[in-house]
């Protein structure tokens, strides 16, 4: 049996498709949310704790609450600018911040 284009992570060019993340990360210093979003969340998770990214520098170490995956970056987008209203970190503290 074969798997159809849309299932297989690898296109019709032998390329792997690129994926989307956006994540929650939780501040162990401060206990606060960073919210955000990237094609490569290994890569972005170590940035967050080795002080590279600015905007978290001051907040490390993080651990991971939540990652959802996308297969565009618009989906993902969408995803992280709900996760940053008020009816998306509502939904936040209620089902993963402890």
Request: hydrophobic content about 30%.
């Amino acid at each position: 049996m074969s798997a159809s284009a849309d299932s297989n992570p690898i296109d019709a060019s032998n390329k792997i498709t690129s994926m989307f993340y956006t994540y929650i990360l939780k501040s162990l210093k401060d206990n606060g949310l960073y919210i955000g979003y990237t094609s490569d969340i290994i890569r972005r998770f170590n940035e967050h704790n080795s002080g590279i990214s600015k905007a978290t520098k001051h907040r490390k170490p993080f651990i991971i609450l939540h990652i959802d995956i996308f297969e565009t970056r618009s989906e993902a987008m969408r995803k992280e600018k709900y996760y940053k209203t008020g009816k998306g970190r509502e939904f936040i503290f209620k089902t993963w911040y402890y």
